[in-house]
């Protein structure tokens, strides 16, 4: 879930359909679109093995993503070096962010919920997001890091990941919580079902404003 650019739409009030399983890179004919960045916007940051550029199709205004260059399944399965440098790269979007547009939120489809199955991290904008106090039996798992959450995927497969502050977790992709965390996503988004397919409050003007709020912020220079 949120899915962002090509990837998967959350649901509303009823429950979604389950997680597809992945497909082989290129099995319908088409190039990955994250490996084919000229189909992307313009990268706002480059590092040696990440991206980070604002989503081609944004749930929220604001909404980016930091892709890998290697064509990975997800980050639980990316080398720690690759994991390394999401971190970084995920601190400095989440404080343009919080500068730029409100409380920043974290999110990855672990292969689970995905559309685009090329290793991809949301940070959105995200202050109506709630991420529910962790209980026992909600489907979700505390980490202190990326390493925890590869052991994770290594041990049982697709998974979702959220952040809010603090808090990081792994969700089981048909947990309580993913349910409960779709809807919430998508009532902040307000996402609209119209005519069989979701429609977003987003428009292309916003990708190019999140793009403009960039190059003014200070802090990218830092």
């Known amino acids: 879930m949120p899915a962002g650019s090509q990837a998967d739409p959350p649901s509303g009030d009823s429950a979604p359909a389950a997680d597809p399983l992945p497909g082989a890179p290129g099995e319908d004919g088409r190039e990955c679109v994250f490996c084919n960045v000229a189909v992307q916007p313009p990268a706002l940051l480059e590092m ?17 993503l930091i892709i890998t260059r290697e064509h990975l399944a997800c980050l639980g399965a990316a080398p720690a070096e690759t994991l390394a440098e999401v971190e970084r790269m995920a601190a400095l979007a989440r404080r343009f962010i919080g500068e730029a547009y409100g409380r920043p939120f ?49 041990e049982h497969g697709p998974y979702h990941y959220a952040e809010s502050g603090e808090d990081r977790r792994v969700i089981e992709p048909d947990g309580e919580l993913i349910w409960k965390m779709r809807a919430s ?25 999140v793009a403009r709020r960039w190059e003014a912020w200070p802090g990218r220079r830092a």
């Open 185 to 209: 996503l998508g009532a902040a988004a307000r996402l609209r079902f119209v005519d069989g397919r979701f429609e977003r409050a987003t428009t292309p003007a916003d990708v190019a404003e």
């Open 48 to 64: 040696a093995r990440v991206r980070l550029v604002p989503d081609k199709y944004p749930l929220f205004a604001g909404h980016l």
């Open 106 to 154: 974290t999110w990855e489809n672990g292969v689970a919920g995905q559309s685009v199955f090329h290793a991809h991290l949301h940070v959105i904008p995200g202050p109506e997001v709630a991420l529910p106090a962790p209980r026992a039996g909600d489907g979700s798992a505390p980490v202190a890091g990326w390493g925890e959450v590869g052991a994770w995927y290594r």
